[in-house]
């Protein structure tokens, strides 16, 4: 349990919310600190200074007397220390407050030399540290007959002063640093909320193999809600495409069964009539004849598998889609002058694409072969090709019994076969190769209803852009 949770994001994500908050409020709180402690000192300075200043002017107009006068008449005499030194050290004068004792006053030191600087031009500050709660702030200015005056203030010691804000800062410090672990820990374990879902989407889809599961869909946006959206994307392309293999080998191997029962049939026929060579050679072309569609079906598989996968080689070149609707119509005109379908064609100007012409021509050939297929006799099929918006449009229409709108997403199927043409031979992949082929000239097909009736089929590619 514990490593579980110490391998948690979300627990991760909360002790370093918690870790950056610390830092964050220390580096604030030592700030503030030092601010403070620095702006204390310098009130101390300036006050000591500024005596310092104005004793040693009235040194100068008046002298000692003056500033004994002006000492005791003060407010501030029982917190002030005012002496004058002698050139060799000795006291002149000396104001004391009257809670300071001997050993205090001696460890104040006497000023050093000023190299004959006038007072006017320097005044030295120094603190004194004197017990655990007061502290000294000594200022020393020189006189102009060589005499040395010194303010003495007895303060309150800074780490003394400032220590219930130290402990002020731990206690809050601590309970906002646990608060903000909590909350921290909270949020992520809130927000990381859909890659749990995500890990257990995953978990059940290995152990049970449900290809419909899909992880819930977050209430907001922002990056994991377009995760989990894209997610189920990729898991719904992923069932469908393992749910379209399924069904592809299986009706692959029902497909595969007939002619397969077949082949082996009419040899074994062969073989018990080996003295008939006339029926042995028909037994021969019968079975080459069923091996040609089950090659023809494998190798059509390859072709559509390529296709989808991206791996189908293309030639591409400027191509007239009215110029392979004519080849097309007629390598298939007699088809349909046989079962008596008129087949139009109409293509008033050129449509250039950038395309295969074979593998064009292959998907073309594979829609008016089906069109042909399901029209009845005395119908039409009707062959167009045109430019719009940029793109060029072929169509292939019929008066067949057209496509049921329930079935218009399952014919590209791989060897799918609805109700309607399960009495006609095929297999089962022409809409599928024209699909493929007509997506990876990166354009789309499209099936609706003629407008007199039956199936239209509509293949839109990108039209050629440059001149011809």
């Not at 001997?102 to 120094?126: D, H, K, M, Y």
């Not at 731990?170 to 990381?192: D, Q, S």
């Not at 029962?261 to 019968?286: H, I």
Request: glycine fraction near 8%; aromatic fraction near 4%; proline fraction near 5%.
């Amino acid at each position: 349990m514990i490593a579980h949770l110490r391998q948690s994001l979300a627990v991760r994500l909360g002790a370093l919310y918690a870790l950056v908050f610390a830092l964050g409020a220390a580096a604030v709180f030592a700030v503030l600190y030092w601010f403070l402690a620095d702006a204390l000192e310098a009130k101390e300075r300036a006050l000591v200074e500024r005596r310092a200043q104005d004793y040693a002017a009235l040194y100068e107009r008046g002298g000692a007397a003056a500033v004994r006068a002006a000492a005791e008449a003060t407010a501030e005499a029982n917190s002030l220390l005012v002496r004058i030194i002698g050139t060799g050290g000795n006291i002149v004068f000396a104001r004391v407050p009257p809670d300071w004792v001997e050993t205090q006053i001696q460890r104040i030191p006497l000023p050093g030399a000023f190299s004959n600087l006038q007072w006017q031009q320097v005044v030295q500050t120094v603190r004194i540290p004197r017990d655990a709660e007061k502290d000294f702030a000594v200022a020393s200015c020189p006189l102009a007959d060589g005499r040395s005056l010194q303010v003495v203030r007895s303060t309150d010691n800074r780490a003394a002063l400032l220590a219930p804000l130290r402990r002020t800062f731990l206690t809050i410090g601590a309970g906002a640093l646990g608060l903000a672990a909590l909350v921290g820990g909270g949020l992520a374990w809130r927000f990381t909320r859909p890659l749990r879902e995500v890990n257990a989407t995953a978990r059940r889809i290995v152990a049970t193999g449900d290809l419909h599961a899909r992880v819930p869909a977050p209430a907001g946006g922002g990056e994991l809600g377009e995760l989990v959206r894209q997610l189920n994307s990729v898991l719904a392309q992923n069932a469908a495409l393992i749910e379209a293999q399924r069904e592809t080998l299986d009706n692959l191997a029902h497909d595969l069964r007939t002619p397969l029962a077949r082949l082996r049939g009419t040899a074994d026929l062969a073989l018990q009539n080996q003295a008939d060579p006339v029926a042995a050679r028909e037994a021969l072309a019968d079975c080459l004849e069923e091996s040609e569609r089950v090659l023809r079906l494998l190798e059509t598989l390859l072709d559509v598998s390529a296709a989808t996968t991206g791996t189908l080689p293309l030639r591409r070149e400027r191509t007239d889609l009215g110029a392979i609707l004519a080849d097309a119509a007629d390598l298939y005109r007699e088809v349909a002058e046989e079962k008596r379908i008129a087949l139009h064609l109409d293509t008033p100007a050129p449509v250039p694409v950038e395309a295969d012409p074979l593998r064009l021509g292959q998907a073309v050939a594979n829609l008016i072969d089906n069109a042909l297929k399901y029209t009845p006799a005395g119908g039409a099929v009707r062959l167009g090709a045109q430019l719009e918006a940029g793109s060029g449009v072929l169509t292939v229409s019929d008066t067949g019994p057209g496509v049921p709108a329930e079935e218009r997403e399952k014919i590209w199927r791989r060897l799918y076969r609805g109700d309607a043409s399960r009495s006609q031979r095929g297999l089962g992949l022409g809409l599928s190769l024209v699909k493929a082929i007509v997506e990876a000239h990166r354009g789309t097909v499209a099936v609706d209803d003629a407008p007199g009736g039956g199936a239209r089929f509509s293949v839109r590619l990108p039209a050629e852009s440059r001149p011809a």
